[in-house]
T-cell receptor, first 115, second 114 residues
Framework: DTAVSQTPKYLVTQMGNDKSIKCEQN?????MYWYKQDSKKFLKIMFS???????INETVPNRFSPKSPDKAHLNLHINSLELGDSAVYFC??????????????FGQGTRLTVV | AQSVTQLGSHVSVSEGALVLLRCNYS??????LFWYVQYPNQGLQLLLK??????LVKGINGFEAEFKKSETSFHLTKPSAHMSDAAEYFC????????????FGKGTLLTVNP
């Protein structure tokens, strides 16, 4: 039973389109994250929600909009996709914000390719 | 400024040789430290973590890491590399306080030669 699951695993789309990535965790965690991994494998945090409340919002274009309908789900919607948005997007969860002694659990990633 | 640095973007070893992947951090207070592994086309998996209980931490797959406060380091080692260890390795840090961000180093690609 997958702890953190993302859909879709692969996403190929044209510039200018709007797309969404969904994430669900069944660990009972309070905090969820979106990370972007670029072509050089660098991982950068984008957003974090703690029990449906946005707590981290890094310098990300406002074309990216996260949404957390409940603490087990965190979705990422991207408007007007650009070539530079091509990357692997990872969802992750932790027990709770401030519990820095506990690890993050990651999904398998969504490879987004914008053509 | 708080940061985490992995020295060497690529490390190549022979099967059976010692693996040493380096991680240094910059922080005014001891952070919580983690090593993750990423196999091709997969997500990140925790190898081990330091949370101040013990300076020598043992993880999965025979890996271990030692926290050295005086050197601000948390290097990852394995006595004998196996072909299956080939992957990308990431050092990650929580810098404490209200900073809930898990900050990653740039990663080190480990290749294992037969």
């Amino acid at each position: 039973d997958t702890a953190v699951s993302q859909t879709p695993k692969y996403l190929v789309t044209q510039m200018g389109n709007d797309k969404s990535i969904k994430c669900e965790q069944n660990l009972g965690h309070d905090t969820m994250y979106w990370y972007k991994q670029d072509s050089k494998k660098f991982l950068k945090i984008m957003f974090s929600y703690n029990n449906k409340e946005l707590i981290i919002n890094e310098t990300v274009p406002n074309r990216f909009s996260p949404k957390s309908p409940d603490k087990a789900h965190l979705n990422l919607h991207i408007n007007s996709l650009e070539l530079g948005d091509s990357a692997v997007y990872f969802c992750a969860s932790t027990v709770g914000a401030g519990r820095t002694d506990t690890e993050a659990f990651f999904g398998q990633g969504t490879r987004l390719t914008v053509v | 400024a708080q940061s985490v640095t992995q020295l060497g973007s690529h490390v190549s070893v022979s099967e059976g040789a010692l693996v040493l992947l380096r991680c240094n951090y910059s922080s005014s207070v001891p952070p919580y430290l983690f090593w993750y592994v990423q196999y091709p086309n997969q997500g990140l998996q925790l190898l081990l973590k330091y949370t101040s209980a013990a300076t020598l931490v043992k993880g999965i797959n025979g890996f271990e890491a030692e926290f050295k406060k005086s050197e601000t380091s948390f290097h990852l080692t394995k006595p004998s590399a196996h072909m299956s260890d080939a992957a990308e390795y990431f050092c990650a840090v929580y810098f404490g306080g209200s900073n809930y961000k898990l900050t990653f180093g740039k990663g080190t690609l480990l290749t294992v030669n037969p």
